[in-house]
Structures are given as C-alpha cells and as structure tokens.
C-alpha cells in the first residue's frame, strides 16, 4: 500500500513540474499589481501579474516565480521577462 501512495506521489510532483513549465504568457502591457499568494492546503504559493492591457483593461495571470522576480510595478511586459 504503501508503495503505492509513494507511486502516487511522485507521479503528482512530475506532473505538477511539467505543468508549471507550460504557463500561457499573459497579454502586453504595462504591470500595475504583483501577487504571491500561499496556499496553506497545498504547502505552495502562486505568483501573479496583473497588466493594463493597450485597450484599458487590467488582466491578472500567473507567472512563474523568475517572471514575477523581473517584473517590477511599471515594467513593461512581457519585455520585463527577458530578464
């Protein structure tokens, strides 16, 4: 049983880790909020932009950790995330 849960486990984590990889890239524009937000139930935190697109419109997504470590409020994205 046992060997089981840990099977479970690790295939969870492999699957988390791909799909952290593969985050949509959000629309220009310029950053005007930041947010990481944890996640107690989960022991994880998720980190996120919110853009004012060239139309007006403020859209939030999330990014990956290095994204939200480049993109300061102001940034121009996704030009911010080339680092």
């Known amino acids: 049983m046992n060997r089981r849960i840990r099977a479970l486990a690790a295939l969870t984590a492999a699957l988390a880790a791909t799909a952290v990889g ?34 007006g419109q403020r859209e939030k997504f999330q990014v990956l950790i290095a994204d939200y470590d480049n993109c300061a409020v102001g940034a121009s994205y996704p030009r911010c995330t080339k680092g």
């Open 22 to 55: 593969c985050l949509a890239q959000g629309p220009p524009g310029t950053v005007v909020d930041k947010a990481n937000e944890w996640s107690p139930a989960t022991k994880s935190r998720v980190y996120s932009l919110t853009v004012r697109t060239s139309g």
